[in-house]
């Protein structure tokens, strides 16, 4: 259809990303498997561009966020950050971030159908906190879940600092934000952050049967029901929002978080 | 005592209901097994009723909802709305509904006492929802637990919309109201929406236990505490509930969900 | 250092409690092992001085909260209200009771940096409830878990009333705050108060590794992130704590607790 082949055109044209329609599905997956799908501004500028058309186009139901290769997404390219010269540049490219971040998250928020996320391999970072707002996140057997924030001296985003303690406890949401404990497939569904785990020889199979099934749904229903889930809380997520990306804005321009990115890039 | 034999004879006359009194602890049962425990107009009333004079009932300390027979309920009786012949009728019977949902709903958002289910079998739709305000649920583990809104092309209520994400977090509670997946009791307690699981064979037994233990705490710290648990949810659920039967009112006037009612019929 | 020492003159009068630092942790001990580390007034009084000191303590990142001994702590030292000869006695030990537990509470709401408790045995009430303000929670597989509150006439504190619900879902919360049920370490951290159980033969030793781990962590970011995750519940929490303490000194004058702490004591 009309739609879908304008979404492609339109989204096909950014590296790293994949955005196309199947059947019900408007599908975004990212596609940068040489980088493990870490995301570069110009890719959160395209996922922006995908959710948004994903959302408006009316031959889909649903949407499924996934990767190519072995990762799911290693989160934020910390290289965005590595052409740093001086003060003013940390300052400069700390209110670029924040307004670029601010928005990707916003469009997962304000994302009117279901989010279906299929976590394919390793979850790091952003790729993790923003699943706390999918209405569905199915997980292979070889995904795994870390946000190493204050390692890197940085601070959580992706509204998990709202999502995560309500889905998880407060307890288990600081551990894993806080001190960045790194989790299995297993132990994400059991702190039910993740539906459902698959063998990964049978993960994309799988997944496919209920996502097809799922999206045969009546698509008004589901938009209309996800949003009366969503009601109470659009408000406090666009909030919570502003205040992680106002602190990580800061928390890119600390002492503590230049130290923090140049110990990571010499252990690389 | 008075106050039993009241609430005794008063709902005694509802078809579909047993309400009676026993020791410390009202008794409401849907009883109409020969319909699988669904629920009619008239047995939303009884329900309200019975749940009014259970809270002023100072011969009780607790409240024990649950089915006679193989299920628990099978929710609201589609036959409901079997009697429609002209599009007057839906908006009509679109408007009592909403206000009997409504009023159904409120009856256990307001109830004083802790609030107690056995889940002796199958449970659908409102008779799952609703299990969020509960203060105990104890299942046998032949019930199952299963809302087909988006199938029936309606949308959650119940305040499920509210109570299941903060029970289970959004990605679970979404896979249940959105998607329909059926849950065993046992999935049903991983994901804290029930609170123990028995063998069918002891369920009535080892229920009655508990049941009677806490039937004797002292009744007014059980109120006030369960108040107090409840205090700063009581605005938000009703608020949660008006939004609901008012998506749910227009949902049962819209097309796809005429359809999808024809079809489960067709089904049939 | 100069600021760990003065904690330690400071807090180390107070009988029943031993606080020091450590490293780059604040350490805070209940150590009134005969009494099976009940708490009483001047101990109340010790821990929120203990808790401001710690937050203040610039060479730690993180503060820790155990027991010595077999018990993790009992609670609320019942003798607290045993020295009551008439009803003017009781409301004076009631506001008394109200302004410190608020305080106590407080005291652990407004604690800046990350709070991890050592759960080294047995926990009851008060001891219990706070746990939902920590941000990790690891407990012996000796731990148990019970906050009696109706069987002794009171109702529940600590913010539980507000935590427990978000960390377990309402069911599970309200059997354990209103009914009473006692879980083991394997079932708290099934409902997700708990983070880790560990064989009590290894409690120490292993605890001990993650701790020093993650207090190296960069400590900036760990208090700036704790505040963002509790940034949009620290007001609730304060209310949630004057509503609880209000009640609770309400229930303190009652009929129905004066006779169940009698019935207590009788039964010593």
Known sequence: PAAAASADSASGQVNGLKVHTEGKVSRIEINRPA???????????????????????????????TGTGEYFSSGNDLSNFAKISSPADVAKLAALGKDVLKRYVAAFIDHP???????????????????????????SDKATFVTPFAA????????SSFTFPMIMGTPKAAEF?????????KEACDRNLVNEVFPDGVFRAETEKRITAYSLLPPQSLQLSKGLLRSML????????EREVTLLAERWQSQECANAIQNFFKRK
């Open 234 to 241: 659009k408000d406090e997520l666009h909030k919570c929002n």
């Open 35 to 65: 980088k493990l799908n870490s995301i570069t501004w110009e890719m959160y500028e395209g996922i922006i561009e995908a959710l948004k058309k994903a959302g408006e186009d009316k031959s889909t139901s649903v949407t499924v966020f």
């Open 113 to 139: 159908k279901p989010l279906i996320a299929l976590v394919n391999g390793p979850a790091i970072g952003i790729s993790v906190t923003v699943l706390g707002m999918f209405d569905l996140v199915l997980a």
């Open 177 to 185: 934000l806080l001190f960045g404990k790194k989790l299995s497939a």
């Open 152 to 159: 890197l001296g940085q601070s959580p985003e992706g509204c």
